[in-house]
């Protein structure tokens, strides 16, 4: 499985931004898929995931409410969708697919950079 996000971009505080992770490989489909992210001088945290079939999800409590998780397995498209954005929310974000659900990710695509302005 190949992965590649994008979407990222420079947003006013509030705004809102679509990224789109596609993927590669009729595999996509049989896997969970992730979205992290990494902040300036932070670890990388996971902040999103949904199952093979989109019938489950998690959020973390930073982004609960405001992001939403989707997939499209017939486009092998994984999207997430961030509304009411805020400068807390300037990071690389980078989508990545694991084999075994979302504990572990086992493919991961290049990151794409969000930069929230107050």
């Known amino acids: 499985v190949q992965l590649q996000a994008s979407g990222g971009g420079l947003v006013q505080a509030g705004g809102s931004l679509r990224l789109p992770c596609a993927g590669s490989?009729?595999?996509?489909?049989?896997?969970?898929l992730a979205w992290f992210r990494q902040a300036p001088g932070e670890e990388r945290e996971l902040i999103a995931a949904?199952?093979?079939?989109?019938?489950?999800?998690y959020y973390s409590d930073s982004v609960k409410g405001r992001f939403t998780i989707s997939r499209d397995n017939a486009k092998l498209t994984g999207y997430l969708q961030m509304n009411n954005l805020k400068p807390d929310d300037t990071a690389v974000y980078y989508c990545?697919?694991?084999?075994?659900?979302?504990?572990?990710?086992?493919?991961w695509g290049q990151g794409t950079l969000v930069t929230v302005s107050s």
């Open positions: 949904i199952s093979w079939s989109g019938s489950h999800s």
């Open positions: 990545g697919q694991g084999t075994t659900g979302w504990g572990t990710m086992d493919f």
């Open positions: 490989g009729r595999d996509f489909s049989s896997y969970a």
